[in-house]
Structures are given as structure tokens and as C-alpha cells.
Nanobody
Framework: QVQLVESGGGSVQAGGSLRLSCAASGYTYCMGWFRQAPGKDREGVAGIRTRVGSAYYADSVKGRFTISQDNDQDTVYLQMNSLKPEDTAMYYC?????????????????WGQGTQVTVSS
């Protein structure tokens, strides 16, 4: 069982930046960030293979968001720059210990409680 705890959400004006953190309590092979806006489906934002450090992104955030991990691979970060109002959502950290390489919610076994990000225009 892996527990995930997110932090770092908040409110910011368009063009600003935020950094989200996700601390994992156990072994992970893959960690990812997802988001869900009111009335919309949960969508993948970024993922990272924690044993290798290779990252991948949704097209909507490429060039603006960066996923990274700390040296002990227990914590991943999502640096969000040039934020837009359409980035407003609840952001969730997710993890799995088998598969990696996609941003499909079905491929992630463990989920955090979420942290709210609000971007005002």
C-alpha cells in the first residue's frame, strides 16, 4: 500500500507559477499528476518513471510544466509556470508500481487526496 500526500496548491494570477509536491510512503515505479476541473473528466498532466527519471507530458502543458523528483525518489514535484485560467482544477498525485508511460487514470493504482489550483485572469 502506497500513501500519497500532495501539497503546494493555491491561488495565483495568470502568468504566475506554483509548485506542487507529492510525498510517497512506499515503493513506486511510476508517479504522475492529474487534474480535474468541475464538470470535466480527470485528465493526465505529467508522469515520471521514478527509477529512471524520464518524464512525459500532456500536450496542453508541454513547455510550461515540469515534473521532477528528489534524490531518494520518494517525492515528486510539478513546477507550473505561465499558468492560465484553464489550468484551474483539483490536482491529484498518482502512483503505480507496475506500469508507466501513459497518462491513463486506469493505469495508476494509488491516488492522493488532491490539492486545489486556481488561476485568475
Amino acid at each position: 500500500q502506497v500513501q500519497l500526500v500532495e501539497s503546494g496548491g493555491g491561488s495565483v494570477q495568470a502568468g504566475g507559477s506554483l509548485r506542487l509536491s507529492c510525498a510517497a510512503s512506499g515503493y513506486t515505479y511510476c508517479m504522475g499528476w492529474f487534474r480535474q476541473a468541475p464538470g470535466k473528466d480527470r485528465e493526465g498532466v505529467a508522469g515520471i518513471r521514478t527509477r529512471v527519471g524520464s518524464a512525459y507530458y500532456a500536450d496542453s502543458v508541454k513547455g510550461r510544466f515540469t515534473i521532477s523528483q528528489d534524490n531518494d525518489q520518494d517525492t515528486v514535484y510539478l513546477q507550473m509556470n505561465s499558468l492560465k485560467p484553464e489550468d484551474t482544477a483539483m490536482y491529484y498525485c498518482a502512483a503505480d508500481f507496475v506500469r508507466c508511460g501513459t497518462l491513463l487514470t486506469a493505469n495508476f493504482r494509488y491516488w492522493g487526496q488532491g490539492t486545489q489550483v486556481t488561476v485568475s485572469s
